[in-house]
């Protein structure tokens, strides 16, 4: 099996390699080929018996990505986007790597007749928006507050429609907020809630950017790789004609963060977040839904976390 990442030098990207390589396969068949897509170009992971390809590669080009697809790769993750706060400063910017380049991939899966091939993007809570019921579910209209989201639910529908047309075999996951990210905060606006868990848990300082009877829906990173691998495998008549649908995370407040700070590491901990709120960050933020009903993804066969305290504890086994 021959398997194309892009945005494979990313967070998810690397640790997707990783969980890959780790398997050996993928939907029971031997994984023999990894190309590995980025703008810069992505770490040589170490990987016996299996051909892997670093590229370099401005998948925004007009072409960039025809080299790849024509190797016909079986299965192409879509990781590879601008996140929301840099989207939303950057319209254009935004448009070209989350919009722009999904159409190009594609329009090139149809020039080179990747019907078969499945497809898996990686989309966002950031798709939902505008005044929505108390318990969203996957058919929930999509209404986004802010750029990365609409680029997002744009690209969902021409996945849809590509795959209506047997074009490409798409499948859309619909990524929670992912926690806790390790490294350093990024742009994205959902960035903070990594960071009041992870900084002060690493003993360093963080800041709070919204209320703290802010509700969000997230999910941990050993999840959405588990979901990601889980996307490849499901069948296409499972699925249907609808190819996106919402991952199962969990709800939690704020409060609720802080409080499992606290159990884990003390009030010292806590002591360490700031709050200083930031309008535009809340603005972002406080337009996506917190609460959904996830029973197609746990008919299909995806698993969520058990609850926040599960996540906090698998980020420091990991990093211990």
């Not at 990987?47 to 024509?70: F, K, M, Q, W």
């Not at 990365?148 to 209506?164: V, W």
Request: aromatic share 4%; hydrophobic share 45%; net charge negative.
């Amino acid at each position: 099996m021959h398997i194309a990442i892009t945005g494979a030098a990313g967070f998810l990207g690397q640790r997707l390699v990783a969980q890959l390589l780790a398997r050996g396969a993928l939907d029971g068949q031997p994984i023999r080929r990894l190309t590995l897509l980025d703008v810069a170009e992505p770490p040589m992971p170490a990987g016996d018996g299996v051909e892997i390809t670093p590229l370099a590669l401005d998948i925004t080009e007009p072409g960039g990505l025809d080299p790849v697809l024509a190797t016909k790769p079986d299965v192409i993750y879509h990781l590879a986007a601008v996140v929301s706060a840099a989207a939303e400063v950057d319209l254009a910017l935004g448009m070209r790597v989350n919009f722009d380049a999904t159409r190009a991939l594609l329009e090139g899966c149809h020039a080179h007749g990747l019907a078969g091939t499945r497809l898996i993007m990686a989309s966002s809570v950031a798709a939902y928006g505008g005044d929505l019921p108390e318990l969203v579910d996957d058919m929930t209209a999509l209404q986004p507050q802010n750029s990365y989201g609409a680029q997002k639910a744009m690209s969902e529908l021409l996945i849809n429609d590509y795959s209506r047309r047997g074009l490409v075999d798409g499948r859309v996951l619909r990524l929670p907020t992912i926690i806790i990210r390790p490294g350093r905060p990024n742009a994205a606006a959902s960035s903070f809630a990594s960071s009041i868990l992870r900084e002060p848990l690493n003993g360093e300082e963080a800041v709070c950017p919204v209320p703290t009877d802010l509700s969000m829906f997230v999910m941990s990173p050993q999840k959405v790789i588990e979901a990601l691998l889980h996307g490849a495998e499901v069948s296409g008549d499972a699925l249907g004609p609808f190819r996106a649908f919402m991952l199962p995370g969990i709800t939690v407040t704020v409060t609720e963060m802080l409080e499992t700070l606290r159990q884990v590491a003390g009030d010292g901990a806590v002591a360490l977040v700031r709050h200083e709120p930031d309008p535009r960050i809340a603005a972002i933020v406080s337009n996506w839904p917190s609460r959904f009903t996830t029973r197609r993804a746990l008919e299909l066969g995806f698993r969520g976390d058990g609850d926040l305290r599960e996540i906090v504890d698998a980020f420091l086994e990991a990093k211990a």
